[in-house]
């Protein structure tokens, strides 16, 4: 599908349109209907209760008490485009008023044809025997983790072969359902509680040089006949502390795998749609996984959908005469026709690459700016990648307090663990990045002087 004649220009600035002008304060902390929500990660007991968004728009959120933030994370890294934006909303508008849902069981939809069609056209190794091809759409990014695990594990079985197990990677995060737990990091991630619960997968190191590369090929080797897939984040492991590596490595994870005979799955899920500066990580690296996940900034950040695309080696060891072979997996909201024309408006936008050329644009920004943290006492590290900028206390210490700071300053800004992070729209302006860094800065020193 080509864009139209006249998409609206790539902004940032205070939005695509306007606020409302005049928002009535809510005591938020008063609200009894809140005892009603139990919230994400939040200790029910003792944390703040939250502040109430009302409205949205470009960058920015506006709250029931009529302050306005600068949105600094994307709402969890989905609103790439920013808020509101027109084309994807006209888009969305026009799916509802034809058909909002549809079963995907025995049916199909225009809105899927097109975006798996322009998927498997744009993704790695397009045009090539090793294209991945062949995409399931389903609606989150911890379910797609599950579709590609579950698809691994099943294409040895079509083979002839029983491989149960997954290799994944210290600070590895890949979501919070069962499969996606089983390959987190137990100790950097939230899930030791659940140990014994899910299945036991394998752990390594990723190889980052020579020493490290010998060990994994020995780590595979020992389990040769036992492991189906090797799963990994592509240059950046986002939820396990904002983690870099190099192409090399990624490299080397490929190479190792396809010597041992073992599936290679790529979980781009937040490194996807230009966030670390190419359209997919593995870009960077030359690499074709032989499964890629897909979510967040998907759809835009308008509505729920991922999606698992795999090559024809994988594709089709699940052709058969036998019903059995074939892969048994169904989210009764799977290829969403409403998420689906946001995805496909999305990927409209995508097509003037001066998103991407914002995106080097801020990685200089995001450098330049951050770097007056790396010279603060207790702070471990700074490192940016594209459109994330991160900076590692040497340990945690006051999340609550930092989260209030931030808001203080105007902008939403949302440190977990040692991390302080950047992952702004990738439509951010330089008046926004400016702002954002600014607080960074200024929170990271506030909190340098109590530590000290």
Request: aromatic share 6%; glycine share 8%; net charge neutral.
């Amino acid at each position: 599908m080509a864009p139209p004649r006249s998409l609206p220009p790539c902004g940032g600035g205070t939005g695509w349109g306007v606020m409302p002008e005049r928002v009535l304060p809510t005591m938020v902390n008063t609200d009894p209907r809140l005892r009603h929500l139990w919230r994400p990660y939040t200790q029910m007991q003792t944390e703040a209760p939250p502040l109430t968004a009302v409205a949205t728009n470009g960058t920015r959120i506006l709250l029931a008490d009529g302050r306005e933030l600068i949105d600094g994370v994307a709402s969890w890294w989905t609103a790439c485009h920013g808020y509101n934006h027109p084309h994807v909303v006209a888009a969305v508008k026009r799916q509802l008023d034809a058909m909002p849902h549809v079963m995907f069981g025995g049916l199909t939809h225009e809105p899927a044809l097109t975006l798996a069609t322009r998927l498997a056209a744009m993704l790695p190794g397009a045009g090539t025997d090793d294209a991945l091809g062949h995409v399931f759409l389903c609606d989150s990014g911890s379910v797609a983790v599950e579709v590609a695990l579950k698809m691994a594990v099943q294409f040895w079985r079509n083979r002839g072969e029983t491989r149960n197990r997954i290799v994944s990677f210290r600070y590895a995060y890949h979501g919070d359902t069962m499969g996606a737990m089983s390959v987190t990091d137990p100790d950097e991630g939230m899930h030791r509680l659940f140990e014994g619960y899910f299945p036991a997968q394998i752990l390594a190191e990723l190889p980052r040089d020579a020493a490290g590369r010998a060990a994994f090929d020995a780590l595979l080797a020992r389990h040769r006949g036992e492991v189906a897939a090797v799963i990994v984040e592509p240059l950046l492991q986002a939820a396990g502390g904002m983690k870099l590596h190099d192409a090399a490595t990624l490299v080397a994870v490929r190479d190792t795998c396809r010597r041992h005979d073992v599936l290679l799955i790529a979980d781009e899920i937040a490194t996807g749609f230009g966030r670390t500066g190419t359209m997919f990580a593995c870009e960077q690296a030359g690499v074709i996984p032989d499964i890629m996940c897909l979510g967040k900034a998907l759809s835009g950040g308008v509505l729920s959908l991922a999606a698992v695309a795999a090559g024809a080696r994988v594709f089709d060891a699940f052709l058969s005469d036998d019903p059995v072979a074939a892969l048994m997996h169904g989210p009764t909201y799977m290829a969403n026709p409403l998420a689906c024309a946001a995805a496909n408006a999305s990927l409209d936008l995508f097509e003037d690459r001066a998103i991407l050329r914002r995106v080097a644009a801020m990685e200089d920004e995001l450098r330049d700016r951050l770097a007056p943290c790396a010279s603060l006492p207790g702070i471990a590290d700074v490192r940016v990648k594209g459109a994330m900028g991160a900076v590692q206390m040497a340990k945690p210490r006051d999340i609550d307090w930092l989260r209030g700071r931030f808001v203080d300053q105007g902008v939403w800004v949302r440190p977990f663990g040692d991390i302080a992070y950047l992952m702004p729209a990738l439509i951010a302006s330089q008046r926004d990045i400016a702002a954002l860094t600014r607080a960074v800065v200024t929170v990271m020193k506030e909190w340098s002087d109590r530590a000290g």
